[in-house]
């Protein structure tokens, strides 16, 4: 079976770029959730959706961060404008729906802001 | 709220000796609680989870954990390390009632094998 499928895997780019990243979760998981990992913060919770919702988008940073979840298959995190402190490794997992339903990780994509 | 301690960093075992990472839980109720694994350059792999009944859990590649409610603890624990084990390991616990899926994690610990 597939797991959770992120692009790119790498992305390096200058800052004042927008930057966007994109997840395919695993087919007829109804969450999803976007993560944020660096050295100095470790694991972070941005957003997370359940059936294509956002239900709690308290970890994402500021304004120049969006997720959208347009279909069940895909969702997307972009920062605009992108600044060096975003550099980090965003993963995206999914889970099926109900508190005891562990999530999946995607592999991540590396973010490097010049 | 819910909170997770790992106060291990960092941990250097060698080869074939035992291993056990401790995972600490804050929680109101009985919680669910994971333990996740992640080999540099990937993301995090589910190792085993704990929602109720045997508070002895086997995982995969040879992990077993162990729920304490008395000591608020679900360590984690190899009876024979590999060196291909070495990695992070992340202890979760699960959210209150309503509170969807999303997960609380712990900082991480470092798993280093010698040969």
């Known amino acids: 079976d597939a797991g959770v499928i992120q692009s790119p895997r790498h992305e390096v780019t200058e800052m004042g770029q927008e930057v966007t990243l994109r997840c395919k979760p695993i087919s007829g998981h109804n969450s999803l959730f976007w993560y944020r990992q660096t050295m100095m913060r470790g694991l972070e919770l941005l957003i997370y959706f359940n059936n294509n919702v956002p239900i709690d988008d308290s970890g994402m940073p500021e304004d120049r961060f969006s997720a959208k979840m347009p279909n069940a298959s895909f969702s997307t995190l972009k920062i605009q404008p992108s600044e060096p402190r975003d550099s980090a490794v965003y993963f995206c997992a999914s889970s099926s729906h109900g508190s005891n339903q562990p999530q999946h990780f995607g592999d991540g994509t590396r973010l490097s802001i010049l | 709220a819910q909170s997770v301690t790992q106060p291990d960093i960092h941990i250097t075992v060698s080869e074939g000796a035992s291993l056990e990472l401790r995972c600490n839980y804050s929680?109101?109720?009985?919680?669910?609680l994971f333990w996740y694994v992640q080999s540099p350059g990937q993301g995090l792999q589910l190792l085993l989870k704990y929602f109720s009944g045997d508070t002895l859990v086997q995982g995969i590649k040879g992990f077993e954990a162990e729920f304490k409610r008395s000591q608020s603890s679900f360590n984690l624990r190899k009876p024979s390390v590999h060196w291909s084990d070495a990695a992070e390991y992340f202890c979760?616990?699960?959210?209150?009632?309503?509170?969807?899926?999303?997960?609380?994690f712990g900082t991480g610990t470092q798993l280093k094998v010698e040969l």
């Open positions: 979760a616990v699960g959210p209150l009632t309503g509170g969807g899926n999303k997960l609380t």
């Open positions: 929680y109101g109720a009985t919680p669910y």
